[in-house]
């Protein structure tokens, strides 16, 4: 995967949850969405920081598949890259599900 692939999968990933993902909080946070936003931003950060430790450790292809396969097993390893794949799948869906309604907002 080059860097314009990887950087296309972490953008769809991340950056369309955004357009998304505060109408859906801040119907649910019944007027705590700014901690809810903060408490999202925290876990994402320590995410972000837990793959950059991985990825030092483990120079090589794999992502989240290759730490589990070398945390655990390869089985392990195998169930952690359907469940990413499953993963991406259900964000592009997500994501094309509320698109339709941006995008009736432009013909109003």
Not at 67 to 94: C, D, E, K, M
Request: charged fraction near 5%.
């Amino acid at each position: 995967m080059g860097a314009g692939a990887l950087f296309a999968a972490c953008y769809g990933n991340v950056g369309s949850s955004i357009y998304y993902a505060l109408g859906v909080t801040a119907a649910f946070a019944l007027g705590l969405t700014p901690v809810a936003l903060i408490l999202a931003g925290f876990i994402f950060v320590t995410t972000a920081l837990n793959y950059a430790e991985g990825t030092a450790a483990l120079p090589h292809a794999g992502g989240s598949s290759s730490f589990a396969r070398r945390a655990f097993n390869a089985p392990i390893g195998y169930i952690v890259g359907w469940v990413q794949l499953l993963n991406y799948t259900a964000t592009v869906s997500i994501s094309s599900y509320f698109a339709i309604s941006y995008v009736g907002f432009l013909g109003k």
